[in-house]
Every structure is written in C-alpha cells, then in structure tokens.
C-alpha cells in the first residue's frame, strides 16, 4: 500500500511505515489503542487516520434509506434479480429474486415448493438478455431423493414455459449438465457441504445459485424441546454462513422450508401470512427468519365452488402463494395466474428486509392475473 497517495500527515505516514502496516485492512482490524501503541501516534492522529481511511473507502456519498427503497442507486446489490421464469412472478418480486440474501420457499406438502425451486435451476442458465446468470445450480437434498425424473419433464418443456425465449437458445443450453446435486442428510455434512464443496463450485464459477431442500429437515430430528438454545446457534452460524457466500459471490441462496400448525393465539397472531383458513406458519421459529431477505408462502386449497371435503384431482385444485415484501411498509399485492395442470395460483407478496420483522401493513386490494405458462 502507498501511503504516500493518502492525504495523511508525513509524521503519520512515516509511523506506518515503522509500525510494517501495510494494509488497510490491518488498520481496520486493529483498536484505537493498539493502533497508539504499534505507530506511537496521539489519539487525535489516530482519528485523524481512521477517518481518513473510512473516506478513501467509502469514496461516494452516503445513501439515504430512501435512496435504497427506490433503488436509486444502481451499485445496491439488490437492484439485480434473477427471473422466475414466469413473467406474473416476475413482475410481482419485481424482476425476480434478489442475488445477495436468502430467499425461502415455505408451504405444507405438495404445494409446489420443489417445483419452483426446479424452475429456478434451469432460469439460472438461461442467459442474462432473457433473466438468468448464465452459470449452474447446486441443489442439495436433505431428506428425500433428487426428483430427477420432474426435473427432466420440466427441460423437456422449456420450448412452452419460457415462450420468451427463442427456440435455438433453449436447445443450446445443456440444462442438466449444470445442476450439481448433494445430500446432506445430518448438519455436520450440511456444514462441510457448504463450507467446502459448494465454496469450491463457486470459486470456480460453475454455479450461480443454491437451494437447500429442506432447510427445516436437517433440525427435525437433531433437537428436542431443550435444546432451544443450541437449535438457534446452529440456525444462526448457517445462516451466517449463507449469506457469506451469497454476498461473496453474488449468489442468491433458495431455502425450501416447512410449516406448522399455529395451535395458540399468540402463533396465530404472528402467522400474518397465512393462507385462507389454514393457521400455518414456517417452521424453525423467529431466529431463522431473521436470517432471511424473502419470504414465500406457498399452499395448496381446494377449487372455490367444489363442496368442503371432496376429494378431487390435481386439475380441482388451487395454489396460493404469500410473499412477503418488507422494506419501509408493508405492500399486499394480490394475483392469480394458470400454471402447469391447469392450477390457478394466489399470490400476496412481502419481503422481510434487514431480518426484521414489520406488522404494520396496508391493502392494495386483488387484482387477478391469467397467464398461460
């Protein structure tokens, strides 16, 4: 590092120099006193460095929260999305999901949750014109096998369900040749998982996304009632962990997870993205969704007009997704859209931003969108 380049005092450059600090980084990583004692500096020479140095790396102005909100600034992380590959979901995440974060995809069983996170691995691959990353996914399995065979069905169908997308880009594009598949069936693996495996996959630049299914799998079976404080350390080290990587290298992390029934009111209260009558929320408590950027809820409820208690077909049935966008207020936005088998899909959308946790919230009313993917 030239100090010579900083607009510092030539006594405090020439103490750097003795004191081998050759970094910046060094001189972060150090405390006022220690920084005193190694340069043999006052305490307002040392401020002087500090601020100094803050202001060579920050170089821009600060933001404002409102700036941030209305992404004004094109440098925020979050002002990339990678696409769904549905245009209605699209437009309701506003361009997709983001590239830095943990984003979370919970409902009950046969929601649809493996579905879209299946999607996701092949939009990743498409090239950036048309929303993609131009790279792979990784997909680890916790609890069952890879549903490889669902996988293929949907690159088989490509053609259909990226319309946008022109034929000859699609049939270039060797989707299953880039999703690498891993089974992390106990945390220590789940940990040397990402920690090794995955980083590695990502030094290299062969993949561009991660999804975990599921989250809640690995800590089902680990903990019991007591062990409380233990559960939200390992939920708290793995999601530290996540958004490492995610930040590192622009890498939006998927999170599938489960849901339990809210049996008390206080659960209740706190389940305000809920769908219809079902009082469920996600499962893993308040510490793992402070972990997260975005939230998906997903659910599967019977047609509206079908009688209660008859049991119907697939094409009978209908989807809901709660989303939940967060940033100064919370925005419900509604939406109903035609998916594969004929499913129509509901869709209220709420991001949890910074891992906090906002209850205020106002209506925007329901407007139903029909698409055909």
């Known amino acids: 590092m030239d100090w010579d380049q900083f607009d510092l005092n030539p006594k ?5 120099k003795r004191a081998d600090i050759k970094s910046i980084k060094e001189i972060l990583n150090l405390s006022g006193a220690d920084l005193q004692r190694l340069t043999k500096l006052s305490s307002a020479d040392i401020q002087c460095l500090l601020k100094t140095v803050s202001h060579m790396l ?12 209305q992404d004004k600034d094109h440098c925020t992380s979050q002002h990339q999305k990678l696409s769904l590959g549905c245009s209605v ?3 309701l995440l506003k361009g997709g999901i983001p590239l830095v974060g943990i984003t979370e995809v919970a409902g009950e069983s046969s ?18 014109k048309y929303g993609g990353l131009e790279s792979g996914a990784v997909y680890i399995c916790t609890e069952d096998v890879f549903p490889s065979k669902r996988l293929q069905q949907l690159i088989d169908q490509q053609h259909k369900l990226r319309a946008d997308v022109p034929a000859e880009v699609i049939q270039k594009i060797k989707f299953g040749n880039s999703i690498f ?3 992390a069936a106990d945390l220590d693996t789940f940990h040397n998982c990402i920690t090794k495996r995955i980083s590695l996959l990502l030094t290299r630049g062969m993949v561009r996304l991660v999804v975990i299914d599921s989250i809640a799998a690995l800590f089902r ?5 007591s062990d409380s404080v233990t559960k939200a350390r390992y939920l708290q080290t793995f999601g530290a962990q996540l958004h490492s990587l995610s930040t590192r290298f622009r890498t939006p992390i998927m999170c599938i997870n489960q849901v339990t029934d809210a049996v008390s009111e206080s659960e209740a209260a706190q389940c305000g993205c809920s769908v219809v009558a079902n009082k469920v929320s996600p499962a893993l408590g308040i510490t793992w969704a402070n972990q997260l950027l975005m939230r998906l809820m997903v659910s599967r409820t019977p047609q509206p007009g079908r009688p209660p208690g008859v049991v119907s077909h697939h094409t009978g049935s209908m ?6 966008i967060q940033k100064q207020c919370c925005d419900y936005i509604r939406s109903c ?26 209506a925007l009313g329901g407007q139903r969108l029909h698409n055909e993917v």
């Open 319 to 324: 989807r809901e997704m709660d989303a939940e």
């Open 58 to 69: 920050r170089g821009n102005s600060m933001l404002t929260a409102l700036q941030l909100y």
């Open 337 to 362: 859209h035609h998916c594969e088998r004929s499913l129509h899909t509901w869709i209220y959308v709420h991001h949890i931003f910074l891992g906090s946790i906002l209850k205020k919230s106002r």
């Open 111 to 128: 929601a649809g949750k493996t579905q879209i996170s299946l999607q996701l691995c092949l939009c990743v691959q498409y090239p950036y």
């Open 12 to 16: 405090v450059i020439a103490a750097l």
């Open 89 to 91: 979901l699209d437009n």
């Open 221 to 225: 079976c680990e903990f019991g009632a």
């Open 181 to 183: 598949v891993e089974h």
